[in-house]
T-cell receptor
Framework: NAGVTQTPKFQVLKTGQSMTLQCAQDMNHNSMYWYRQDPGMGLRLIYYSASEGTTDKGEVPNGYNVSRLNKREFSLRLESAAPSQTSVYFC?????????????FGPGTRLTVL | GQQLNQSPQSMFIQEGEDVSMNCTSSSIFNTWLWYKQDPGEGPVLLIALYKAGELTSNGRLTAQFGITRKDSFLNISASIPSDVGIYFCAGRKGNTPLVFGKGTRLSVIA
């Protein structure tokens, strides 16, 4: 069991470029999440998917889009990257329906936008 | 959005000392969780609490779900160098996503 995997681990973009962050879990979890972590700000929820086929906005969704490709995979897309999106991005998953279970996190993607 | 106030923001302690940190909210939560993040890694769950007043231990770690359901506490006894990291509290209200505190950064001086 790899748990939650994320690619890439590091990425540098220029302002205006686009990219997709990939996340996959092999725990057969229903719910998946994308967070960003900034110094002194803790973890802030960008988007989540409570089950395959559904996605919802979190606390800071502006500038991002997501796709729940199947039960295993949940991708995060930046259409036109901005320096304010420089951050560490974490994907997480949880097993139950809804939000009754604890979350397991991936190792993170460190993104720098110049 | 909902806010969790986590304190202290950072701590410098001597190896062997006990550590206490807490998390408070203006809202009632029905789940409290404590995570630890090592440098360069994702957060890892330490303790989960589901009932007001619940006291749960995991080795040298003990966490409590406050009776008012608006707070939670984490204690680490006899700290060691590998306790270094950022500790996050997280709470859930009903069938909603977790809300995270801003973290307590712990440094242990050998």
């Amino acid at each position: 069991n790899a748990g939650v995997t994320q690619t890439p681990k590091f990425q540098v973009l220029k302002t205006g470029q686009s990219m997709t962050l990939q996340c996959a879990q092999d725990m057969n979890h229903n719910s998946m999440y994308w967070y960003r972590q900034d110094p002194g700000m803790g973890l802030r929820l960008i988007y989540y998917s409570a089950s395959e086929g559904t996605t919802d906005k979190g606390e800071v969704p502006n500038g991002y889009n997501v796709s729940r490709l199947n039960k295993r995979e949940f991708s995060l897309r930046l259409e036109s990257a901005a320096p304010s999106q420089t951050s560490v991005y974490f994907c997480a998953s949880s097993g139950g329906t809804g939000f009754t279970d604890t979350q397991y996190f991936g190792p993170g993607t460190r993104l720098t936008v110049l | 959005g909902q806010q969790l106030n986590q304190s202290p923001q950072s701590m410098f302690i001597q190896e062997g000392e006990d550590v206490s940190m807490n998390c408070t909210s203006s809202s009632i939560f029905n789940t409290w969780l404590w995570y630890k993040q090592d440098p360069g890694e994702g957060p890892v769950l330490l303790i989960a609490l589901y009932k007001a007043g619940e006291l749960t231990s995991n080795g040298r770690l003990t966490a409590q779900f406050g009776i008012t359901r608006k707070d939670s506490f984490l204690n680490i006894s006899a700290s060691i160098p590998s306790d270094v990291g950022i500790y996050f509290c997280a709470g859930r209200k009903g069938n909603t996503p977790l809300v995270f505190g801003k973290g307590t950064r712990l440094s242990v001086i050998a």
